[in-house]
C-alpha cells in the first residue's frame, strides 16, 4: 500500500512544505540547499524521483490519461531517458530541453516536480549535464544537480 501511495504522488506531483523536528523540507526544491535537504529527507517528507526504479514506477504511470509524459513519443521519451541520470537519492542530471520541446508548461511542470525539481532550481542548473562523477560541463539542454 505504501508503494502504491508513493506512485500515486509521483503520478500527481507533491508541492509543499513538511514541517517536522528539526526543520522543514522544502518540495520541490527551488534552492541548492533546499536540494541538498530534500536529498537526505526521508520519502516520509516528500515523495519524489529518488531511484531508477522510483523512475520506472513514474513512467509506467504514461499508460494512463493525463499523465504529463504523455505529450512524448516513445522515441523522445527514449532519447530523453539516455541523458538521465539518477544517484545518490535523486537526480543528477538530465535532458529538459526535450521535455521543454514538447511538453505543455503545466506537464513540464509536472515532470520536473515528480523528480522534487522546480522551475526556478531547472534555470539556476541549466546549461549544464554530469560528464563525470562531481563534474558537471556544458550542454545546452540540460540541468546538473550537486548529486552528480
Not at 539556476?124 to 539542454?141: E, I, M, P, V, W
Request: charged share 20%.
Amino acid at each position: 500500500m505504501k508503494r502504491i501511495l508513493a506512485v500515486a504522488t509521483l503520478l500527481l506531483g507533491s508541492a509543499a512544505v513538511v514541517t517536522g523536528e528539526p526543520k522543514a523540507v522544502t518540495c520541490p526544491a527551488t534552492t541548492d540547499a533546499e536540494w541538498e535537504e530534500l536529498v537526505a529527507s526521508s520519502p516520509e517528507e516528500c515523495t519524489f524521483i529518488r531511484t531508477v526504479e522510483d523512475w520506472r514506477d513514474y513512467k509506467a504511470g504514461a499508460r494512463f490519461p493525463g499523465h504529463p509524459l504523455n505529450g512524448l513519443t516513445p522515441r523522445q521519451l527514449a532519447e530523453f531517458e539516455t541523458r538521465l541520470w539518477i544517484v545518490n537519492g535523486g537526480v543528477a542530471s538530465m535532458n529538459v530541453g526535450i521535455l521543454q520541446r514538447n511538453l505543455s508548461p503545466a506537464a513540464y511542470q509536472q515532470v520536473l516536480r515528480a523528480f522534487g525539481i522546480s522551475i526556478i532550481f531547472a534555470e539556476d542548473h541549466k546549461d549544464h549535464y554530469c560528464a563525470s562523477r562531481g563534474t558537471c560541463s556544458f550542454r545546452l539542454t540540460d540541468i546538473c544537480t550537486s548529486n552528480c
